[in-house]
């Protein structure tokens, strides 16, 4: 099985600052047959469901502001925010869909300074 | 509009059964592979199993955890997933989130979730 490992498990920011998490996975997730990475990230809050941000490692959702952006290749992953906002509060979680099961990583919680 | 509404979810004792319905609509469900994902207690996200379209057979993948116990089916004519439990463990209390792939990811889309409790 394929493992995802977050850091950190937690990180404080101040507001408008940049918040990077990072997420190693123990193979490659590159799918050759069509050259795509196979890693998605998403963000959950309390009480909600968790909404995806990035996938193929790095093309942002519909919707998401551009402050969030999704970069690496191979095994080594990061999801950064460049700016901060109050409403980011949340845990992130990268997620493989190259091997099965389809693991997660095990969340990296970010707050405010 | 994607919709994905899970229902199902309640008080069970350790040993016992549940059934976990998904009505689908906003998009062709018969296209699409779906799953489930939970999330216990203070924990991360967990993946349950998932159901490939019947043209590909519709085959069933499970986490360790939970195969021979967790049988998940889907019925195409009404756009509805199923995710029997049984033999169920207090470590299963969880909620429960239904997801759809639509092409971006296996899991683009999500439910509002269900709440399963196990516990004497």
């Known amino acids: 099985d394929i493992v995802l490992t977050q850091s950190p498990d937690s990180l404080a920011v101040s507001l408008g600052e940049r918040a990077t998490i990072n997420c190693k996975s123990s193979?490659?997730?590159?799918?050759?047959?069509?050259?795509?990475?196979?890693l998605a990230w998403y963000q959950k809050k309390p009480g909600q469901p968790p909404k995806q941000l990035i996938y193929s490692a790095s093309i942002r959702d519909f919707g998401v502001p551009d402050r969030f952006s999704g970069s690496g290749s191979g095994t080594d992953f990061t999801l950064t925010i460049s700016s901060l906002q109050a409403e980011d509060v949340a845990v992130y979680y990268c997620?493989?869909?190259?091997?099965?099961?389809?693991?997660f990583g095990g969340g990296t919680k970010v707050e405010i300074k | 509009e994607v919709q994905l509404v899970e229902s199902g979810g309640a008080l069970v004792k350790p040993g016992g059964s549940l059934r976990l319905s998904c009505e689908a609509s906003?998009?062709?469900?018969?296209?699409?592979?779906m799953s489930w994902v939970r999330q216990a207690p203070g924990k991360g996200l967990e993946w349950v199993g998932r159901?490939?379209?019947?043209?590909?057979?519709?085959?069933?993948d499970y986490a360790a955890p939970v195969k021979g116990r967790f049988t998940i089916s889907r019925d195409d004519s009404r756009d509805t997933l199923s995710l029997q439990m049984n033999s169920l463990k207090t470590e299963d209390t969880a909620v429960y989130y239904c997801?759809?792939?639509?092409?971006?990811?296996?899991?683009?889309?999500w439910g509002q979730g269900t709440l399963v409790t196990v516990s004497s």
């Open positions: 906003g998009f062709t469900f018969s296209n699409v592979w």
């Open positions: 997801t759809a792939g639509l092409g971006k990811s296996d899991t683009d889309y």
């Open positions: 997620q493989q869909y190259y091997g099965t099961p389809p693991a």
């Open positions: 193979q490659s997730v590159l799918y050759s047959f069509n050259n795509k990475t196979l």
């Open positions: 159901i490939k379209r019947i043209s590909d057979g519709g085959p069933t």
